[in-house]
Structure formats: C-alpha cells, structure tokens
Antibody, heavy 116, light 110 residues
C-alpha cells in the first residue's frame, strides 16, 4: 500500500521561509517524476515545480522561480520544497504528486499561510 | 491565469452523460499527452485519464478521454452522485517549460 506523508506547512510572515517535505513508501520512489502542486483557498490547481527521477532536471512556474527550490533524496524516498521570500499570494494547500504513468500518487496536502 | 480553458460547470441528471472540454494551443495540448484529474470535495486530486484516453487500474470505463488537435474532452457516462467533483485537465507546455492545469470544471448531479 502506498503511503504519502507531507509536512512542513504553517503560518509564516511575508518574506519568510518554509521547507515542505513529502515522504512516500510502498513504491519505487526513484521511478517517479515528483511535482509540487498548490491550491489557493477556493481556487483551482496550480503546478509549482517538478524534479526528474534522478534530480537532473527541475522546472518551476514563473511566479516562484528564484524563490522556491525543489530537491529529492531517493535514499529517503522524499521530495522537498524550500520556499523563500514568501508572499501573501503563496498561501495555499501544497500537494506533492508523484507521476510514473499510469502510476500516480498524491499527498494529503499541507497548508501554507503567508500573513502578517 | 491558466492557458487551458474549461467550462466552469456542467450538470446532468443521474444516469445521464456529461462532457468537459479543455481548450489549449499547439504548445501544450497540441504537443503532448493530456491527463484528467478528479478532485472530490476536501480531498487531493486523483488521476482519471492519462495519455489522452487511457484509464489507470480501478477507474471505471464510465470515464473516457479523447484529444483532437489543441482540444481534449473528458466524458462521464452513467452519472452518479459520487461523481460530483471538480475535474481538471493537465499537460506539459513546451513554450513555458511548465506543467499547466485547466481552469477546472465542477460537475453537479441534478
């Protein structure tokens, strides 16, 4: 059974930093492209970033490029999202998402609130 | 603002069929495979369709996908109350070097 645990969300002031973590078990983690997807309150899905299986390629949505960094540790079956210079508009539920078609898994989501 | 456009909502009676369109461009839908995701209220999204028209194990054949040019369509037949959810299309955009989701469609069973 696949289990996914996300952590690291919380309340942070504008300009602050947070590091999100996502740990998966019950699968071969190193097979998966890993994504971070966010959903602002009452809004749709927005892809944030992803990282290739071996970490050699990383991509970001324009609004976070230069502020967020995605990384992974296949030995720990984990992916991370370091978020710096946070803005009010970064407030959202952040999901980790693993993709290796047709296999696909999502975390439960972790809420990030940026507010003074 | 998403580059993939979906209707905000569709509705039908139980047992009926609905279709959800996803309109894009040559840099996204016209250039790569489309996936569809279902998000039930208060839960994480779930993959329904991948590679335009394939269903993962466990997804009933009431759900179908198709693609033509720069548009894709999700069909749901035999509509059930449990199908009430938000549905999103998604694909890679080669111009943006980014994955893009559609604007999302809420399905209501009347």
């Amino acid at each position: 059974e696949v289990q996914v645990v996300e952590s690291g969300g919380g309340l942070v002031q504008p300009g602050g930093s947070l590091r999100l973590s996502c740990a998966a078990s019950g699968l071969t983690f190193s097979n998966y492209w890993m994504n971070w997807v966010r959903q602002a309150p009452g809004k749709g899905l927005e892809w944030v970033a992803n990282i290739k299986q071996d970490g050699s390629e990383k991509y970001y949505v324009d609004s976070v490029r230069g502020r967020f960094t995605v990384s992974r540790d296949n030995a720990e079956n984990s992916v991370y999202l370091q978020m710096n210079s946070l803005r009010v508009e970064d407030t959202a539920v952040y999901y980790c998402h693993g993709s290796y078609a047709p296999a696909d898994f999502w975390g439960q989501g972790t809420l990030v609130t940026v507010s003074s | 603002q998403s580059v993939l456009t979906q209707p905000p909502s569709v509705s039908a009676a139980p047992g009926q069929k609905v279709t959800i369109s996803c309109s894009g461009s040559t840099s996204n839908i016209g250039n790569d495979y489309v996936s569809w995701y279902q998000q039930l209220p208060g839960t994480a999204p779930k993959l329904l369709i991948y590679d335009n028209n394939k269903r993962p194990s466990g997804i009933p054949d009431r759900f179908s996908g198709s693609k033509s040019g720069t548009s894709a369509t999700l069909g749901i037949t035999g509509l059930q109350t449990g199908d009430e959810a938000d549905y999103y299309c998604g694909t890679w955009d080669s111009s943006l070097s980014a994955y893009v989701f559609g604007t999302g469609t809420t399905v209501t069973v009347l």
